[in-house]
């Protein structure tokens, strides 16, 4: 006969149990595990099989006979935070950014845990755990990609954004306006990842007074541009401080006078030096700066000027360098031509090109180097600022050519011997050889004690007192004359 088999059958059941109260907030998880005997062919003497109630959620108190058992398994929970200041959300009782660590999710290599977020004007109380990203400082109007650091080794999709405050009113903008975003598939190992944002505004600088701050957050949520803040499941929240910088700006400017004890008014044939002046009003130091002189007619460059190179009626010298906020000179020295008429002369300069640090042609924010000494329009002197629409590479100085003649003066007499009683005629005749038209012109000619005046024939103009012959304007190349009749005595 066989024996009946004895037969045992076990039972069991699992299930989690919050710690908390709070379940966005809950610290552990309780996970009882219970177990019966369901069924055997004798009779249980102080049990009876398959018989167990367990309740929901199950207690370690459900088990009631010795063929029942029941034991628990703490899950701990613990949670990444920010640490930018808690305008952003950093705070969990401000509603902060909160992701609960898991393996195989997260930015960068390292990340930590935190029993709330920790608001830091300077956003570095998470050290070491903010390390998915590097931001550099941001330039005014700069198109920006950050480089992320992101690992997604879970089995489900993860999101990664970030958000960056451009206008420094201390919150992170939910529009999309302030943050980008780029999936993280799963099976994501430790992979750089390109998130583009929107440019960095040309006022950002101004608008933070500097500096701002970034957020990135990395979860299989399905984040969007509206959650720079509240409780995610899973991933890690990383703050960071940002810096911004006022975009580089090449601006040169050129003033140009005559030089210090300079006479602004000069003959033909003076020797004028005058002093440019090159400014680096710009942010960006200069290089290679070449400075053009147009040399006006009338003019030439003084050959002992060794600095100038000259081609036609322009000359050049170049700056080697010129550091931001950095001022220097140049003198130029042009020999006014001794034929150049009286009047004024109008000597220009310009910057003609010039080189960035980085040996780049220079774009400059308000002017436009060039050798063109006529497409100049307002020209107001000395302007370093383009006010009436002068571009300020460019400026003008004056000097006044004096008038300049050459007198001649002959002088005849109708006889060369005469008696006393005689009468004899003297000849005056004064010549203007130029260049320049004379004026206020006078002769003295005072007649000898053996001689006595008797006429003339300049209508009034000579004065038999004096013996001055007003001649009066004289125009270049023109000539006049005087006769004098006087006796012998």
Same mark, same amino acid.
């Given at each position: 006969?066989?024996?009946?088999?004895?037969?045992?059958? /076990?039972?069991?059941?699992?299930?989690?149990?919050?710690?908390?109260?709070?379940?966005?907030?809950?610290?552990?998880?309780?996970?009882?595990?219970?177990?019966?005997?369901?069924?055997?062919?004798?009779?249980?003497?102080?049990?009876?099989?398959?018989?167990?109630?367990?309740?929901?959620?199950?207690?370690?108190?459900?088990?009631?006979?010795?063929?029942?058992?029941?034991?628990?398994?703490?899950?701990?929970?613990?949670?990444?935070?920010?640490?930018?200041?808690?305008?952003?959300?950093?705070?969990?009782?401000?509603?902060?950014?909160?992701?609960?660590?898991?393996?195989?999710?997260?930015?960068?290599?390292?990340?930590?845990?935190?029993?709330?977020?920790?608001?830091?004007?300077?956003?570095? /109380?998470?050290?070491?755990?903010?390390?998915?990203?590097?931001?550099?400082? /941001?330039?005014?109007?700069?198109?920006?990609?950050?480089?992320?650091?992101?690992?997604?080794?879970?089995?489900?999709?993860?999101?990664?954004?970030?958000?960056?405050?451009?206008?420094?009113?201390?919150?992170?903008?939910?529009?999309?306006?302030?943050?980008?975003?780029?999936?993280?598939?799963?099976?994501?190992?430790?992979?750089?990842?390109?998130?583009?944002?929107?440019?960095?505004?040309?006022?950002?600088?101004?608008?933070?007074?500097?500096?701002?701050?970034?957020?990135?957050?990395?979860?299989?949520?399905?984040?969007?541009?509206?959650?720079?803040?509240?409780?995610?499941?899973?991933?890690?929240?990383?703050?960071?401080?940002?810096?911004?910088?006022?975009?580089?700006?090449?601006?040169?400017?050129?003033?140009?006078?005559?030089?210090?004890?300079?006479?602004?008014?000069?003959?033909?044939?003076?020797?004028?030096?005058?002093?440019?002046?090159?400014?680096?009003?710009?942010?960006?130091?200069?290089?290679?700066?070449?400075?053009?002189?147009?040399?006006?007619?009338?003019?030439?460059?003084?050959?002992?000027?060794?600095?100038?190179?000259?081609?036609?009626?322009?000359?050049?010298?170049?700056?080697?360098?010129?550091?931001?906020?950095?001022?220097?000179?140049?003198?130029?020295?042009?020999?006014?031509?001794?034929?150049?008429?009286?009047?004024?002369?109008?000597?220009?300069?310009?910057?003609?090109?010039?080189?960035?640090?980085?040996?780049?042609?220079?774009?400059?924010?308000?002017?436009?180097?060039?050798?063109?000494?006529?497409?100049?329009?307002?020209?107001?002197?000395?302007?370093?600022?383009?006010?009436?629409?002068?571009?300020?590479?460019?400026?003008?100085?004056?000097?006044?050519?004096?008038?300049?003649?050459?007198?001649?003066?002959?002088?005849? /007499?109708?006889?060369?011997?005469?008696?006393?009683?005689?009468?004899?005629?003297?000849?005056?005749?004064?010549?203007?050889?130029?260049?320049?038209?004379?004026?206020?012109?006078?002769?003295?000619?005072?007649?000898?004690?053996?001689?006595?005046?008797?006429?003339?024939?300049?209508?009034?103009?000579?004065?038999?007192?004096?013996?001055?012959?007003?001649?009066?304007?004289?125009?270049?190349?023109?000539?006049?004359?005087?006769?004098?009749?006087?006796?012998?005595?």
């Amino acid at each position: 006969m066989i024996k009946p088999s004895k037969r045992l059958l /076990l039972t069991f059941c699992a299930v989690g149990v919050l710690a908390a109260a709070n379940s966005a907030w809950a610290a552990d998880t309780s996970i009882v595990n219970c177990a019966q005997v369901s069924a055997m062919t004798e009779n249980d003497s102080d049990s009876t099989v398959n018989n167990a109630v367990w309740s929901n959620p199950m207690v370690v108190g459900d088990a009631k006979e010795d063929d029942e058992a029941c034991v628990a398994l703490t899950v701990q929970s613990v949670y990444d935070l920010g640490d930018a200041p808690d305008s952003y959300g950093t705070l969990a009782a401000s509603g902060g950014a909160q992701h609960e660590i898991i393996p195989g999710l997260k930015l960068g290599a390292n990340i930590d845990e935190e029993a709330d977020g920790q608001p830091d004007p300077t956003a570095a /109380l998470e050290g070491a755990d903010d390390d998915g990203v590097n931001i550099p400082a /941001l330039t005014d109007g700069q198109a920006l990609t950050l480089s992320v650091n992101a690992t997604n080794t879970t089995a489900k999709p993860g999101t990664l954004v970030c958000w960056i405050d451009y206008n420094g009113d201390g919150t992170f903008a939910t529009d999309g306006s302030e943050s980008g975003a780029v999936a993280v598939p799963a099976g994501t190992l430790a992979a750089a990842l390109d998130v583009a944002m929107p440019q960095v505004p040309a006022t950002a600088t101004a608008d933070t007074k500097g500096s701002s701050y970034a957020r990135c957050r990395l979860s299989t949520d399905g984040l969007t541009a509206s959650n720079p803040k509240g409780v995610a499941t899973d991933g890690e929240v990383e703050d960071y401080k940002v810096s911004f910088v006022a975009k580089p700006q090449f601006d040169l400017a050129l003033t140009k006078k005559p030089k210090a004890g300079q006479a602004t008014s000069v003959k033909a044939g003076d020797t004028v030096t005058y002093t440019i002046e090159v400014l680096n009003q710009g942010t960006v130091d200069a290089q290679a700066i070449v400075v053009t002189d147009y040399i006006p007619a009338g003019m030439s460059l003084d050959p002992t000027d060794t600095k100038w190179s000259v081609s036609g009626t322009t000359a050049t010298t170049t700056i080697a360098t010129l550091a931001a906020g950095a001022t220097t000179t140049v003198d130029i020295k042009l020999i006014v031509a001794s034929t150049t008429a009286a009047g004024d002369l109008l000597n220009a300069a310009e910057i003609s090109s010039a080189q960035d640090d980085k040996g780049a042609v220079a774009i400059d924010i308000d002017s436009t180097p060039d050798t063109n000494p006529v497409n100049e329009t307002g020209i107001v002197d000395d302007v370093t600022d383009n006010s009436g629409n002068d571009e300020d590479d460019h400026d003008v100085a004056t000097v006044t050519v004096a008038p300049t003649v050459d007198l001649e003066l002959t002088k005849t /007499l109708d006889k060369a011997t005469a008696r006393h009683g005689d009468t004899v005629k003297y000849t005056l005749t004064v010549t203007n050889k130029g260049p320049d038209n004379a004026s206020n012109v006078k002769v003295a000619d005072v007649l000898p004690s053996g001689l006595t005046y008797v006429s003339d024939d300049s209508a009034g103009a000579f004065d038999t007192a004096s013996g001055v012959w007003t001649v009066g304007a004289l125009a270049n190349g023109a000539n006049k004359a005087l006769v004098i009749t006087a006796t012998v005595k």
